[in-house]
C-alpha cells in the first residue's frame, strides 16, 4: 500500500500550495498541499514533517489530523499545520508556490480532487 501525508497550512486566510512542474509524472500543472509519500518504516506524521521541510524549506510547529482519502492502493493522511512561517524554498518537484485566498484558490487554479475536498473542509473548519 502506497501511504502519504499532507500538511494545509493557511495563514491569515492565505493557504500555501503548490504547483507541479511540467516534468512531474502526475498532476503536472496542479496545485497541491505540500507533503509526500511516507519512507520505510515511518509515521504518517514523521512523513508529515520530512516531506513538508523538503518541499517547502519550513518546519511544522504543530499539527492536527483532518481526515484521510483511501482509494485501491493509496491512504493519505491530511493535517491542518501551523509552520514556521520562514521563506518558502520548493524543492525540484514543484515550479511555483502561492499563498492565496482560499474561495480564490477554489474558483481559479487547477486543483486536484483531493486538494479540493481538503479545502472546502479547511475554509469550513477556519470559520467556526
Known sequence: MK???VGVCIRDGKVLLLRKSATAS???G???FAG???EENESFEEGLIREYREETN?????Y???GYYAKDDTHINVYMIKDDGTPVIISDEHDLYVEIDVDEALDNLPLGGLTRKFLGIAKELKSK
Open 64 to 66: 492536527e489530523f483532518m
Open 36 to 38: 509526500g509519500h511516507l
Open 58 to 62: 519550513r518546519d511544522i510547529i504543530n
Open 26 to 28: 502526475k498532476w503536472a
Open 30 to 32: 496542479y496545485f497541491g
Open 3 to 5: 501511504k502519504a501525508s
